[in-house]
Protein backbone atom coordinates (compact mmCIF):
# COMPACT_ATOMS: atom_id res chain seq x y z
CA UNK A 1 0.00 0.00 0.00
CA UNK A 2 2.87 2.84 1.36
CA UNK A 3 4.48 2.14 -2.28
CA UNK A 4 1.08 2.94 -4.59
CA UNK A 5 0.39 5.77 -2.15
CA UNK A 6 3.90 7.34 -2.45
CA UNK A 7 4.88 6.87 -5.60
CA UNK A 8 7.32 9.43 -7.01
CA UNK A 9 6.85 11.27 -3.75
CA UNK A 10 9.29 12.89 -1.64
CA UNK A 11 9.04 10.69 1.84
CA UNK A 12 9.90 11.73 5.70
CA UNK A 13 10.61 8.18 6.07
CA UNK A 14 11.53 4.60 3.98
CA UNK A 15 10.02 2.77 7.34
CA UNK A 16 6.27 3.59 7.05
CA UNK A 17 4.30 1.75 9.99
CA UNK A 18 1.70 0.59 7.77
CA UNK A 19 -0.87 -0.43 10.78
CA UNK A 20 -0.43 3.16 12.38
CA UNK A 21 -0.76 4.91 8.69
CA UNK A 22 -4.28 3.40 7.66
CA UNK A 23 -5.24 3.45 11.60
CA UNK A 24 -4.54 7.49 10.81
CA UNK A 25 -6.06 7.45 7.53
CA UNK A 26 -9.64 5.95 8.92
CA UNK A 27 -10.00 8.31 11.16
CA UNK A 28 -8.99 11.21 8.83
CA UNK A 29 -11.22 9.53 6.13
CA UNK A 30 -14.54 8.31 7.83
CA UNK A 31 -17.03 10.89 9.12
CA UNK A 32 -17.77 11.37 12.84
CA UNK A 33 -20.92 11.31 14.10
CA UNK A 34 -23.17 12.85 16.96
CA UNK A 35 -22.52 10.87 20.78
CA UNK A 36 -23.98 8.88 22.02
CA UNK A 37 -24.03 6.21 19.16
CA UNK A 38 -22.77 2.75 18.87
CA UNK A 39 -20.59 4.02 16.54
CA UNK A 40 -18.47 4.53 20.02
CA UNK A 41 -14.91 4.53 18.09
CA UNK A 42 -15.81 7.69 16.21
CA UNK A 43 -18.60 9.59 18.31
CA UNK A 44 -18.44 12.83 19.90
CA UNK A 45 -18.73 15.24 16.68
CA UNK A 46 -19.95 18.42 18.29
CA UNK A 47 -22.32 19.58 19.49
CA UNK A 48 -20.88 23.15 17.33
CA UNK A 49 -18.78 21.90 14.43
CA UNK A 50 -18.16 22.85 11.07
CA UNK A 51 -17.60 19.42 9.62
CA UNK A 52 -17.74 15.57 10.20
CA UNK A 53 -14.35 15.09 8.67
CA UNK A 54 -10.63 15.91 7.94
CA UNK A 55 -10.97 15.16 4.38
CA UNK A 56 -13.67 17.45 3.69
CA UNK A 57 -11.72 20.54 4.23
CA UNK A 58 -8.51 18.85 2.96
CA UNK A 59 -9.63 17.33 -0.51
CA UNK A 60 -7.35 14.56 -1.20
CA UNK A 61 -5.24 15.53 1.72
CA UNK A 62 -4.44 18.92 -0.34
CA UNK A 63 -5.66 22.66 -0.51
CA UNK A 64 -9.47 23.03 0.29
CA UNK A 65 -12.14 24.31 -1.75
CA UNK A 66 -14.08 27.95 -1.99
CA UNK A 67 -17.14 26.19 -3.16
CA UNK A 68 -18.65 22.66 -2.49
CA UNK A 69 -19.65 20.39 -5.38
CA UNK A 70 -23.45 22.58 -5.64
CA UNK A 71 -21.84 25.74 -5.15
CA UNK A 72 -22.21 26.97 -1.82
CA UNK A 73 -19.35 28.05 0.87
CA UNK A 74 -17.15 25.01 1.02
CA UNK A 75 -16.42 23.93 4.57
CA UNK A 76 -12.51 24.42 3.77
CA UNK A 77 -13.70 28.38 4.51
CA UNK A 78 -13.72 29.30 8.05
CA UNK A 79 -14.03 32.51 10.01
CA UNK A 80 -12.06 33.11 12.88
CA UNK A 81 -12.66 35.43 15.77
CA UNK A 82 -10.82 38.09 17.81
CA UNK A 83 -11.26 41.17 19.83
CA UNK A 84 -7.83 43.36 19.72
CA UNK A 85 -5.39 40.87 20.53
CA UNK A 86 -8.16 38.10 22.35
CA UNK A 87 -8.56 34.99 19.28
CA UNK A 88 -12.01 34.92 20.67
CA UNK A 89 -15.08 36.14 20.84
CA UNK A 90 -17.54 36.34 24.36
CA UNK A 91 -20.59 34.67 22.25
CA UNK A 92 -19.33 32.73 19.40
CA UNK A 93 -15.47 31.51 21.22
CA UNK A 94 -12.53 31.56 18.21
CA UNK A 95 -14.40 30.29 15.12
CA UNK A 96 -17.81 30.40 13.64
CA UNK A 97 -19.17 26.87 13.26
CA UNK A 98 -21.62 26.14 10.63
CA UNK A 99 -23.56 22.97 11.95
CA UNK A 100 -24.61 21.72 15.60
CA UNK A 101 -26.01 18.83 16.08
CA UNK A 102 -30.10 18.27 16.85
CA UNK A 103 -30.40 20.38 20.31
CA UNK A 104 -27.77 22.67 19.27
CA UNK A 105 -28.16 25.47 16.78
CA UNK A 106 -25.31 26.24 14.54
CA UNK A 107 -24.00 30.20 15.19
CA UNK A 108 -23.98 31.42 11.61
CA UNK A 109 -22.81 30.60 8.14
CA UNK A 110 -20.30 32.49 5.69
CA UNK A 111 -21.48 34.65 2.59
CA UNK A 112 -19.04 34.86 0.08
CA UNK A 113 -19.08 38.04 -2.43
CA UNK A 114 -16.61 39.40 -4.74
CA UNK A 115 -15.57 42.65 -6.37
CA UNK A 116 -14.02 43.35 -9.28
CA UNK A 117 -10.83 44.78 -9.57
CA UNK A 118 -8.72 46.11 -13.03
CA UNK A 119 -4.93 45.55 -12.86
CA UNK A 120 -3.31 47.22 -15.57
CA UNK A 121 0.35 45.96 -16.70
CA UNK A 122 2.74 48.62 -17.87
CA UNK A 123 2.84 46.51 -21.40
CA UNK A 124 -0.87 47.37 -21.79
CA UNK A 125 -2.47 44.13 -21.08
CA UNK A 126 -5.40 43.76 -18.40
CA UNK A 127 -6.48 41.28 -16.48
CA UNK A 128 -9.23 41.30 -13.06
CA UNK A 129 -8.70 40.19 -10.01
CA UNK A 130 -11.39 39.37 -7.67
CA UNK A 131 -11.86 41.33 -4.06
CA UNK A 132 -13.24 39.07 -1.18
CA UNK A 133 -16.68 40.70 1.03
CA UNK A 134 -17.66 37.58 2.94
CA UNK A 135 -20.09 38.12 6.02
CA UNK A 136 -21.87 36.31 8.38
CA UNK A 137 -25.42 35.76 8.29
CA UNK A 138 -27.80 33.98 10.36
CA UNK A 139 -26.36 34.63 13.51
CA UNK A 140 -27.98 32.24 16.13
CA UNK A 141 -26.40 33.66 19.34
CA UNK A 142 -26.87 37.33 19.59
CA UNK A 143 -24.83 40.12 18.03
CA UNK A 144 -20.78 39.98 17.39
CA UNK A 145 -18.77 42.14 20.46
CA UNK A 146 -18.62 45.63 18.32
CA UNK A 147 -15.02 44.96 18.13
CA UNK A 148 -14.74 41.83 16.51
CA UNK A 149 -11.88 40.86 14.11
CA UNK A 150 -13.44 37.99 11.35
CA UNK A 151 -10.22 36.42 9.32
CA UNK A 152 -11.50 34.37 6.53
CA UNK A 153 -9.13 31.78 6.15
CA UNK A 154 -8.48 28.71 3.83
CA UNK A 155 -7.48 25.14 4.67
CA UNK A 156 -4.13 24.39 3.75
CA UNK A 157 -2.35 21.46 2.14
CA UNK A 158 -1.64 18.73 4.13
CA UNK A 159 1.24 17.36 1.73
CA UNK A 160 5.16 17.08 2.50
CA UNK A 161 4.20 18.85 6.21
CA UNK A 162 6.45 16.11 7.89
CA UNK A 163 9.23 17.05 5.70
CA UNK A 164 8.78 20.55 7.51
CA UNK A 165 9.01 18.82 10.78
CA UNK A 166 12.67 18.26 9.91
CA UNK A 167 14.02 21.28 8.74
CA UNK A 168 16.68 21.82 11.66
CA UNK A 169 15.07 25.40 13.10
CA UNK A 170 18.57 26.85 12.61
CA UNK A 171 18.18 26.42 9.06
CA UNK A 172 15.19 28.82 9.22
CA UNK A 173 16.09 31.07 11.63
CA UNK A 174 19.48 31.93 10.00
CA UNK A 175 17.00 33.16 7.17
CA UNK A 176 15.86 35.91 9.04
CA UNK A 177 16.37 39.57 9.00
CA UNK A 178 13.70 41.27 11.24
CA UNK A 179 15.04 44.97 10.90
CA UNK A 180 16.38 44.83 7.37
CA UNK A 181 19.95 44.72 8.25
CA UNK A 182 21.22 44.02 4.24
CA UNK A 183 18.83 46.68 3.09
CA UNK A 184 16.95 44.53 0.35
CA UNK A 185 13.21 45.43 1.34
CA UNK A 186 12.64 42.11 2.81
CA UNK A 187 12.94 41.35 6.98
CA UNK A 188 11.84 38.02 7.83
CA UNK A 189 10.67 36.87 11.49
CA UNK A 190 10.08 33.84 13.11
CA UNK A 191 6.72 33.48 15.12
CA UNK A 192 7.27 32.32 18.24
CA UNK A 193 4.17 30.52 19.68
CA UNK A 194 3.13 28.69 22.89
CA UNK A 195 2.89 24.92 22.28
CA UNK A 196 0.22 22.99 24.48
CA UNK A 197 2.58 20.07 24.36
CA UNK A 198 5.78 21.30 25.39
CA UNK A 199 4.39 24.15 27.62
CA UNK A 200 6.88 26.65 25.83
CA UNK A 201 7.30 28.99 23.59
CA UNK A 202 8.47 26.81 20.01
CA UNK A 203 9.24 27.83 16.87
CA UNK A 204 5.70 28.08 14.71
CA UNK A 205 5.89 26.38 10.82
CA UNK A 206 2.12 25.78 10.20
CA UNK A 207 -0.65 27.94 9.35
CA UNK A 208 -1.10 30.98 7.60
CA UNK A 209 0.51 32.57 10.25
CA UNK A 210 2.91 30.07 11.29
CA UNK A 211 0.93 29.96 14.61
CA UNK A 212 1.66 26.17 15.19
CA UNK A 213 5.08 24.71 16.12
CA UNK A 214 4.11 20.36 15.57
CA UNK A 215 1.73 18.79 13.65
CA UNK A 216 -0.31 17.08 16.19
CA UNK A 217 -1.02 20.40 17.87
CA UNK A 218 -2.43 21.38 14.52
CA UNK A 219 -4.14 18.26 14.32
CA UNK A 220 -5.95 18.43 17.81
CA UNK A 221 -6.93 21.95 17.25
CA UNK A 222 -8.91 21.56 13.35
CA UNK A 223 -10.58 18.33 15.58
CA UNK A 224 -11.30 20.81 18.04
CA UNK A 225 -12.31 23.98 16.29
CA UNK A 226 -13.87 22.24 13.17
CA UNK A 227 -15.28 19.29 14.71
CA UNK A 228 -15.86 19.77 18.32
CA UNK A 229 -13.68 17.30 19.20
CA UNK A 230 -12.18 16.78 22.39
CA UNK A 231 -8.69 15.47 23.07
CA UNK A 232 -5.95 16.02 25.47
CA UNK A 233 -4.42 19.21 24.21
CA UNK A 234 -8.41 20.72 23.94
CA UNK A 235 -10.51 18.75 26.69
CA UNK A 236 -12.73 20.99 26.44
CA UNK A 237 -15.71 21.32 24.39
CA UNK A 238 -15.81 24.44 22.32
CA UNK A 239 -18.77 26.45 23.49
CA UNK A 240 -18.71 29.53 25.09
CA UNK A 241 -21.48 30.75 28.38
CA UNK A 242 -23.67 32.00 26.48
CA UNK A 243 -24.73 28.55 24.58
CA UNK A 244 -26.75 26.59 26.70
CA UNK A 245 -27.50 23.84 24.69
CA UNK A 246 -24.08 23.42 23.65
CA UNK A 247 -23.31 23.31 27.27
CA UNK A 248 -25.87 20.45 28.46
CA UNK A 249 -24.77 18.43 25.83
CA UNK A 250 -21.29 18.79 26.23
CA UNK A 251 -22.04 17.91 29.76
CA UNK A 252 -23.47 14.54 28.83
CA UNK A 253 -20.20 13.23 28.19
CA UNK A 254 -17.31 13.17 30.85
CA UNK A 255 -14.67 11.37 27.89
CA UNK A 256 -11.94 12.90 25.51
CA UNK A 257 -13.43 12.56 22.14
CA UNK A 258 -10.03 11.14 20.65
CA UNK A 259 -7.53 8.88 23.04
CA UNK A 260 -3.91 10.34 22.41
CA UNK A 261 -3.38 6.96 20.29
CA UNK A 262 -5.60 7.68 17.75
CA UNK A 263 -4.56 11.54 17.70
CA UNK A 264 -0.65 9.98 17.64
CA UNK A 265 -2.29 8.24 14.49
CA UNK A 266 -3.53 10.54 12.67
CA UNK A 267 -0.53 12.94 13.06
CA UNK A 268 1.32 10.11 11.94
CA UNK A 269 -0.65 9.77 8.45
CA UNK A 270 -0.61 13.56 7.93
CA UNK A 271 3.28 13.47 8.69
CA UNK A 272 3.69 10.76 6.41
CA UNK A 273 2.14 12.20 3.21
CA UNK A 274 4.39 13.16 0.04
CA UNK A 275 4.95 15.82 -1.52
CA UNK A 276 5.31 15.36 -5.62
CA UNK A 277 9.15 15.22 -6.90
CA UNK A 278 9.78 18.09 -9.36
CA UNK A 279 12.20 17.16 -12.06
CA UNK A 280 15.40 20.02 -11.89
CA UNK A 281 15.62 19.66 -15.69
CA UNK A 282 16.86 22.59 -17.92
CA UNK A 283 13.94 24.13 -18.08
CA UNK A 284 13.22 23.85 -14.44
CA UNK A 285 16.70 25.56 -13.95
CA UNK A 286 15.90 28.43 -16.54
CA UNK A 287 12.40 28.59 -14.85
CA UNK A 288 14.26 28.93 -11.26
CA UNK A 289 16.56 31.61 -12.49
CA UNK A 290 14.06 33.89 -14.02
CA UNK A 291 11.94 33.20 -10.53
CA UNK A 292 15.41 34.38 -8.27
CA UNK A 293 16.28 37.01 -10.93
CA UNK A 294 12.52 39.35 -10.00
CA UNK A 295 13.15 38.77 -6.07
CA UNK A 296 10.64 36.23 -5.38
CA UNK A 297 13.20 33.54 -3.93
CA UNK A 298 13.76 36.27 -1.15
CA UNK A 299 11.11 34.83 0.53
CA UNK A 300 9.58 31.60 -1.33
CA UNK A 301 13.33 29.72 -0.58
CA UNK A 302 14.44 26.88 -2.99
CA UNK A 303 16.16 24.89 -0.87
CA UNK A 304 16.51 22.97 3.00
CA UNK A 305 18.76 20.51 3.83
CA UNK A 306 16.72 17.95 6.49
CA UNK A 307 18.01 16.73 9.50
CA UNK A 308 18.97 13.44 8.07
CA UNK A 309 20.97 14.91 4.65
CA UNK A 310 18.07 14.71 2.12
CA UNK A 311 17.44 18.12 0.86
CA UNK A 312 13.79 19.50 0.18
CA UNK A 313 12.70 22.73 -2.33
CA UNK A 314 9.69 23.93 -0.58
CA UNK A 315 9.92 26.96 -1.95
CA UNK A 316 9.11 28.79 1.27
CA UNK A 317 11.18 30.38 4.20
CA UNK A 318 8.43 29.75 6.97
CA UNK A 319 9.25 33.03 8.27
CA UNK A 320 6.95 35.98 8.35
CA UNK A 321 6.44 38.82 6.05
CA UNK A 322 4.37 41.74 6.20
CA UNK A 323 2.30 41.77 2.75
CA UNK A 324 0.61 45.13 2.88
CA UNK A 325 -2.93 46.38 3.22
CA UNK A 326 -4.41 44.95 0.71
CA UNK A 327 -3.92 41.29 2.39
CA UNK A 328 -4.18 42.47 6.04
CA UNK A 329 -6.75 40.22 7.80
CA UNK A 330 -6.78 42.31 11.00
CA UNK A 331 -5.87 39.50 13.43
CA UNK A 332 -2.46 39.47 15.79
CA UNK A 333 -1.23 35.60 16.53
CA UNK A 334 1.66 36.18 18.50
CA UNK A 335 4.71 37.75 16.90
CA UNK A 336 2.62 37.76 13.41
CA UNK A 337 1.31 41.42 13.08
CA UNK A 338 -2.26 42.27 11.18
CA UNK A 339 -0.62 41.96 8.04
CA UNK A 340 1.99 39.69 8.39
CA UNK A 341 1.78 36.14 7.17
CA UNK A 342 3.65 32.78 6.76
CA UNK A 343 5.82 32.82 3.48
CA UNK A 344 3.10 29.80 1.54
CA UNK A 345 4.81 26.89 0.36
CA UNK A 346 4.66 26.69 -3.24
CA UNK A 347 5.69 22.73 -3.92
CA UNK A 348 2.77 21.08 -4.64
CA UNK A 349 1.18 23.68 -7.50
CA UNK A 350 1.50 20.89 -9.82
CA UNK A 351 -0.93 19.19 -7.96
CA UNK A 352 -3.32 22.02 -7.87
CA UNK A 353 -6.82 21.58 -9.21
CA UNK A 354 -8.74 24.29 -10.87
CA UNK A 355 -11.37 24.83 -8.25
CA UNK A 356 -9.05 25.27 -5.46
CA UNK A 357 -7.82 28.86 -4.76
CA UNK A 358 -5.20 30.76 -3.39
CA UNK A 359 -3.93 33.07 -1.05
CA UNK A 360 -5.41 33.00 3.01
CA UNK A 361 -8.73 33.47 2.13
CA UNK A 362 -9.19 32.30 -0.93
CA UNK A 363 -9.57 34.84 -3.21
CA UNK A 364 -6.98 34.28 -6.20
CA UNK A 365 -8.00 32.00 -8.79
CA UNK A 366 -4.97 31.48 -10.08
CA UNK A 367 -1.06 32.04 -9.62
CA UNK A 368 -1.22 35.15 -11.29
CA UNK A 369 -4.02 36.36 -9.56
CA UNK A 370 -2.00 35.42 -6.67
CA UNK A 371 1.57 37.60 -7.50
CA UNK A 372 -1.01 40.74 -8.06
CA UNK A 373 -2.75 40.78 -4.69
CA UNK A 374 1.69 41.13 -3.24
CA UNK A 375 2.43 43.80 -1.42
CA UNK A 376 4.54 45.37 1.77
CA UNK A 377 7.60 43.53 1.69
CA UNK A 378 6.44 42.08 -1.78
CA UNK A 379 5.73 44.43 -4.01
CA UNK A 380 8.61 44.89 -5.74
CA UNK A 381 8.72 41.67 -6.73
CA UNK A 382 5.35 42.19 -8.30
CA UNK A 383 6.09 44.99 -9.63
CA UNK A 384 9.20 43.23 -11.49
CA UNK A 385 6.39 40.64 -12.56
CA UNK A 386 4.56 43.25 -14.14
CA UNK A 387 7.41 44.55 -16.33
CA UNK A 388 8.18 41.22 -17.54
CA UNK A 389 7.55 40.93 -21.16
CA UNK A 390 3.97 38.89 -21.29
CA UNK A 391 6.26 35.57 -22.51
CA UNK A 392 8.69 35.79 -20.11
CA UNK A 393 5.37 35.92 -17.53
CA UNK A 394 3.76 33.28 -18.94
CA UNK A 395 7.18 31.15 -18.53
CA UNK A 396 7.29 32.33 -15.12
CA UNK A 397 3.55 30.77 -14.38
CA UNK A 398 4.35 27.50 -16.42
CA UNK A 399 7.29 26.96 -14.17
CA UNK A 400 5.58 27.23 -11.06
CA UNK A 401 2.93 25.72 -11.82
CA UNK A 402 4.73 22.47 -12.03
CA UNK A 403 6.10 23.17 -8.74
Known sequence: MSCVLFFNTQLLSSNLDDDKFILGKSFFTIPWVASPSSTTARDGLGPLFSANTCISCHPSNGRGNLYSKDGVTSRSLVARLSVGNVLKEPNYGTQISINGTVNTPFEAKINIHFSKKNII????????????????????????????????????????????????????????????????????????????????????????????????????????????LTSSLNPNDNCTNSQENCLKESALSKEIDIPDFRLDAISYYIENLGIKRVKKDEEYLKGLKLFESIGCAKCHSSSFTLSDGRKISPFSDFLLHDMGADLSDGRVEFKASESEFRTAPLWGLSTLKKEQRLLHDGRARNIQEAILWHGGEALKAKENYMNLEKKQRKKLIEFLEKL
Open 121 to 228: FPDGEIVEILKPNYSLKDLNYGSLHKNTNISYRMATSLKGLGLISQIPNEQILSKEDEFDKNNDGISGKANWVYSKITNKIELGKYNHKANVAFIKEQVANAAHDDMG
